[in-house]
């Protein structure tokens, strides 16, 4: 299918040929040809994406104009000046000129009331089958009236320019919420485009009093909802993949006052060293048809993949639609959360692996959102670094932390939902001494706390943080859940992690003046 005058109203003067809504076959078979993948044993396609394999978060900006400049949090959001953009919009029509492209017209939100619609131009056919899997397809009715309210357009061959554009690099991505256009360039890292989406949602929900969160979602047998916030690789994906409990989403939603809902239609896990024995459900579906392989390295002879090999890149990911997985909610959305779980990866091995968060708490570790980062791969470098990201999210936060934290405090106080703070980081030591928790031992801890077991428990108040850490939990050895128990020398876990709280409360100073008291009073140490 293709239209002549679907970027006429941009001002692209010639249009290439446009493939309007391709579907998964036609786009599979069109990246295959343009050489853009390859297909893995089993079916899914393989792609690289060269110099870029995360996210470029310092590349982002926002048109700073009548609409952004009271709205947006600008402490966080690098602004971009409208002329800069019109000079960056005028270089990406250019580009756009005679080429050939992939549009998708999609949905971000599966609550019919809340979602919005967006129309992706791609110039990558995986990119659009990407995008495909990870958004929410309209039915064909609704292609046929589809009205596109944003657009985004990616075009990894286009090079910012520093001095023309207002960037840093010719890497770019430049929100405009007026014109509601999204621009990225210069990289081809897939999940750019989802984000960028989401950081739409995060814009437009709070104005509705819903909130946009950074979480993955499932459903235990009798509906109850269970959110888990978290970074990036601190289990999200990983964990909400349970056979147990339906999977919503494993990335974005949205909380309602009546409920929860998902703002994509698929997931796009790690693969990196993905253990079919831990991970099953997640590792199925890199044998099947339709999944895009990012970044993972595959035998060109026998076409079987190598999870283990980072050499492309320690972020390797897979995409695919939520229905790959065998126990989900199809129409993605849910009742609302009955448990609040917030994820983190310490490296530094201090955090119990789980405790249970007072409201106060909760708010306070959820402006924080806290995880940590292990040592890079400078031999002898063994100390790993702490990063908070509030909201556990803060680049996608168009908004002031505090919109966000007053949606959160309305949620529990209306739903009187149980918070918990889960580490899936390390045990036994820091990073370099301890080990990483294994899968298994979460999961346990997870089950436990959902299925309500953990509430009969007893507990014992952290020391330096004030959470309540049971002191057993069904089917777990007692050591572990106290982390100064598992290090070699207890002294040495008191100074780290006196060394984290005060980490914390450095951190937390600049949200001081916009929390209630009872929050600045769940610090660590208060
Ligand atoms: N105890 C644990 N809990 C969750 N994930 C773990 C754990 N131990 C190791 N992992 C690994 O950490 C990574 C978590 O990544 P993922 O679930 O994709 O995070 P997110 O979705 O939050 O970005 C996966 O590669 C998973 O295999
Ligand atoms: C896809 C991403 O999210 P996450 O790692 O949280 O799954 C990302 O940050 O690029
Ligand atoms: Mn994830």
Redesign the pocket.
């Known amino acids: 299918m293709t239209s002549e005058h679907m970027l006429a109203p941009f001002g692209v003067k010639t249009a290439g040929l446009l493939h309007h809504n391709l579907k998964e076959a036609a786009l599979y078979q069109q990246a295959i040809e343009r050489g853009e993948g390859e297909i893995a044993e089993g079916g899914p396609l393989v792609v690289k994406t060269g110099l870029h394999t995360g996210r470029s978060a310092k590349d982002k900006f926002t048109v700073r104009d009548d609409t952004s400049e009271d709205t947006l949090w600008w402490d966080n959001n690098a602004e971009m000046s409208p002329g800069n953009f019109e000079a960056l919009w005028s270089d990406f029509r250019e580009h756009l000129e005679g080429r050939e492209l992939f549009v998708q017209d999609l949905f971000g939100g599966a609550d019919p009331q809340n979602r919005i619609a967006v129309r992706v131009i791609n110039e990558l056919a995986w990119h659009n089958l990407f995008i495909r899997h990870l958004l929410r397809r309209p039915s064909d009715e609704e292609l046929e009236r589809f009205d596109p309210e944003y657009t985004i357009i990616n075009l990894p061959s286009f090079k910012a320019d520093p001095a023309r554009h207002g960037v840093r690099s010719d890497t770019v991505i430049a929100v405009n919420f007026t014109k509601k256009l999204i621009l990225i360039g210069g990289t081809a890292y897939a999940g750019e485009t989802k984000k960028s989406v989401f950081t739409l949602l995060n814009y437009v929900l709070p104005e509705r009093g819903i909130m946009p969160m950074h979480c993955?979602v499932n459903v235990g047998s009798d509906g109850d909802a269970a959110v888990f916030f978290?970074?990036?690789?601190?289990?999200?994906?990983?964990?909400s993949a349970d056979p147990n409990r339906q999977l919503v989403g494993?990335?974005e939603h949205g909380w309602t006052k009546d409920g929860l809902f998902n703002f994509e239609g698929g997931c796009y896990?790690?693969m990196?060293?993905?253990?079919a024995k831990?991970?099953p459900e997640i590792h199925a579906t890199t044998k099947k048809w339709g999944t895009v392989l990012e970044n993972v390295v595959m035998d060109p002879e026998t076409r079987e993949l190598d999870l283990d090999d980072d050499t492309l890149a320690e972020n390797s990911r897979g995409a695919y639609p939520i229905h790959y997985i065998p126990n989900i909610v199809e129409d993605g959305q849910c009742g609302p959360a009955r448990n609040v779980v917030m994820?983190t990866?310490d490296a530094f091995g201090v955090m119990p692996p789980i405790a249970k968060l007072s409201t106060p708490q909760a708010m306070y570790h959820f402006l924080s959102g806290y995880t940590a980062k292990v040592a890079g791969t400078e031999r002898g470098v063994t100390e790993p670094t702490a990063t908070f990201s509030t909201c556990f999210g803060a680049p996608f936060m168009p908004r002031h932390p505090s919109v966000y934290g007053e949606l959160l405090r309305r949620r529990l106080e209306e739903t009187g939902a149980t918070c918990w703070l889960v580490n899936?980081g390390w045990t036994g030591g820091a990073y370099g001494a301890g080990e990483?928790?294994?899968?298994a031992?979460?999961r346990a801890l997870l089950n436990a706390a959902l299925d309500g077991s953990l509430n009969t428990e007893r507990y014992r108040e952290d020391e330096n943080f004030g959470f309540l850490v049971p002191m057993e939990a069904p089917g777990i050895e007692t050591d572990i859940l106290n982390p100064r128990s598992t290090w070699a020398d207890p002294a040495a876990y008191d100074q780290q992690a006196r060394k984290l709280a005060e980490m914390f409360r450095r951190n937390f100073e600049k949200f001081e003046a916009h929390v209630a008291e009872d929050v600045r009073k769940a610090a660590p140490g208060s």
């Open positions: 993955s978290g970074l990036s690789g601190t289990g999200k994906t990983t964990l494993d990335d896990a790690k990196i060293r993905l253990s831990a991970e994820l990866c899936t990483r928790m294994p899968i031992a979460t």
